[in-house]
């Protein structure tokens, strides 16, 4: 059991790690930025209040993983294997009807 629970933090902070790496790299690229800015709604403004909400990380990492080349780009940019990104996202979404979970 106490495994269980290492493997869970350990995807936690793992999924934090992607998640802020996502965020750095977006705001570095401010066309890719305005585009989730418009897609999602928010306010410039409003990033560094929404950063702390597991709600807003599942977007903005829905963001990546619904565009394939937006995904390649920020995978190739920042080094980062697409499958933690497609990691991060099942952490942070909601279950899907893929997943068993219904």
Known sequence: MARDAYGAAGQEAQSEETAAAILGWL??????LGRFLSLSGLQPQQLRSAVNDPQFLAGMIDFLMGHEPT??????????????????????????LDSGEY
């Open 27 to 32: 705001a570095g690229e401010p066309d890719m």
């Open 71 to 96: 995904l390649l780009a920020f995978c190739d940019a920042t080094g980062t294997k697409p499958e933690a990104v497609a990691a991060a996202w099942r952490h942070y979404s909601k279950p899907g």
